[in-house]
Every structure is written in structure tokens, then in C-alpha cells.
DNA sequence: TCCTTTATTGACTGATCATTCCATAATCCG
DNA sequence: CGGATTATGGAATGATCAGTCAATAAAGGA
């Protein structure tokens, strides 16, 4: 089914994440893309579209791989507080790579309908899930009862966002793990 | 002093600042500088240098601007708590406007030592000042007692960079004041 | 072996970009 | 009025950019 070692779409995308992550849509050029994901200028085209097609594939793939890690660790502790605990200290581990999605949005803001689209899924998905894990940890009693599971939810992803932007501005790890527990510990 | 109507400086920075925190660096020109600045386009190099210098100059304007807000709102109130409150209840009401110092962190991290200088120093200042305030508030029993000064004050900073991004990210007024209340509230 | 498929690269186009040179106009000061 | 100063905009430069076309190479299948 193919001739010349037909390359892996998804690998050249995740090259493509990579150098979107670092330097935003406009900072990046194709030939930086091309290098990155190791495959020629044409095929680029050929493969992706244009160079906005592409970064909205990279966003769309980057937003999933991330809501995917999100609701493994929310799951990865048989307590809902712990869950929500794994999914901060994951945030906190992997914080200096830059992440897409605040990128994406700090670039963009709301002006692409199809980008908006995107994270909009992607955030609903998320924000269920929580909302859900949220909601036990409140039945157990380790989330204070008067706290709105929405209002906690989006509180909590406010600051991995808050997490994600220090580690970009240059915090030292002991400053985001003591992002993570205070935003943790604030739902207590 | 001047013999065409001299502009000014400072309000074609304002003008200039209006543009970077909308578009960010590279998705700006030099034609949507001299358009919002309603200068001459030999005026603007003549006077800024390049857009780099113009950039640079912008973001530091801007981090002075609103470090001097930040301390306005913190001791717009005689009792220190009610000083953070005011703080984040003017980020809430003003995070409508992209903000300028996240823009350029997600755009360029640490990469320029030029940059990073103006932000680390905006950034102490404002700090300071908040740590400040938190110890007042412990000290009138309105903080918690075992939180310590600089972590809440990072946390509260954080939190700021939050609702500025939720905003960005499409997020409505009651959803931001609810991010604002919730960090408040989680310092008691 | 030959054909088909796939990837690559060079050359090119047209656009846009930042930036500079220069001529011109406008305005204030003496 | 006249000369100094300041802002402006046209023209041009060289670079870079995204994207296209066409020729070429590589490799699997028949």
C-alpha cells in the first residue's frame, strides 16, 4: 500500500504540535514545519492542506491527546479527590512544555469560528468529566458541600491554564507544585 | 517646541499597545502600527526604532500601566482583604481586554532576555506589594494563618492570569467572577 | 521487468514584510 | 519673511513567506 516509506501522518502531526506549541501560528514557518516533521515541502501540502489546516489539525489532535490524559488521571485513583489531585500533579509534572492550547486561544482569542470550535469540544468534554469527579468527591466529603461543581470545575481549570502560564513565564517547579495544592486544596 | 502637530509619544504607544495585545507580535505590521497610531510610517521608525524596540517599549509601558492599577485597586481599601478583593474584582471587570503581558509570555516565554527583564521586573514589584497585603490580612485574622504570604500571593497572581485567559477564551462575566470570588475565597 | 504510487526537491510566483532614502509639506521661532 | 525643525508618504530594497508546478527518484506489486 505504498511505495516510497510512506510517512506516518499522525507522527509529522505531532512534529507539527511541537514547534506550533513553541512558537504560535504566525511564528512558525513551513519550512520550520517541514523540518520538524521531517518530510518534504510538498508533501506538507499534499497531506494537510495549507499551512491553517494544518495548525487546526495539530490544535484538534493536541486538544484530544490532552482531554485524553486529563480523564486518565481523573480516573487514575479510585477517590474522586485523588483523581482530581493526579490530574493537577500531571498538569504540575508537564508544565514546561508549552501548551497549544492556551497558545492557540492567547493568539486567536475568538476570532476563528473553526479554532473556537475546537477548544469549545474539547472544554465541554472536559468539563464534564470534572464536573462529574467533582460532584463524588463532594458525596464523600472531601469537597466542601457549599461549592458549585461548575463554579469548582472551572475554577480548577482556570488553574492548570494558571499552572501552565507560570511554567512559561519561567516559574521554578516548587512555584507550580504550590499552584497545584493551593488550587487543589481550595476546593476543601 | 515642534512645528507639524508634534505627536504624542505616550498616547501612540497607548495606540500601539491597543494593537500587541490584540494581535501579538508577529500577527502584527508595520501598517496596522502606523494605522492605530495615526502616525507617519517614517515617524514611527524615526521615533521607535523597529518594531522590536516599538514592542519592547509597548510591553514595558503596559506592565508599568498595570502594575500601577494593581496597586491602586490593593490599597483602594482600608482593610488589606477588601484591598486583594478590589484587585481581582478590577481584573474581573477589565479582562474583556486581551492583556498584553500574557500575550507576550505565550508568545516569546523566555526566549528574549529583553523581555523577560520587563516582565521579571513588574513582576517583583507587584509581588511585593501583594505579599504585603496578605500578611496584613493574615495579621487582621481575615487570611487563614498557615498559608504562606508568597505562595498565596503567586496563587492569587495566577489567578489574575486566569480570568484573563477564560476571558480570551470566550468564557462569560459570570464565569469570571466566579474564578475572582473563588481564589478570594480560598485564601480564608 | 514494468507500472503505479508516493515522496522529494528545485524553480517559480505573487504577496507581504520590515526598513530605508528622499522629496515634500507643514509649522513654529526669530 | 526666512530658516530650522518635524512629520509625512512615495518609491524602492531585499528578505521571507505561503503555495504551486513539474521533474525526478524510490520502491512495492503485478
Redesign the interface.
Known sequence: MARPKEFDKDLALDAAIGVFR?H?F??TSAGMLTGAMKIGRQSLYDTFGDKWRLYCAAVARYAEAETRAHLAALRGASRAIDGLGEMMQRVVAEARR?CLG??S???F??RSAEL?AI??AA?AALQAAIVRRVGEAQAAGDVRPDL?PQ??T??LL??V???R??A????DDA?LA??GR??L??LR
Open positions: 513553541e504560535g504566525e511564528g508549552p492556551i497558545g486561544i492567547c493568539e482569542g475568538r473556537s477548544h469549545d472544554h458549585d463554579e469548582a472551572g475554577f482556570g488553574n491554564a494558571a499552572i502560564l507560570a512559561r513565564g519561567g516559574a512555584h504550590a499552584l493551593l488550587a486544596r481550595a
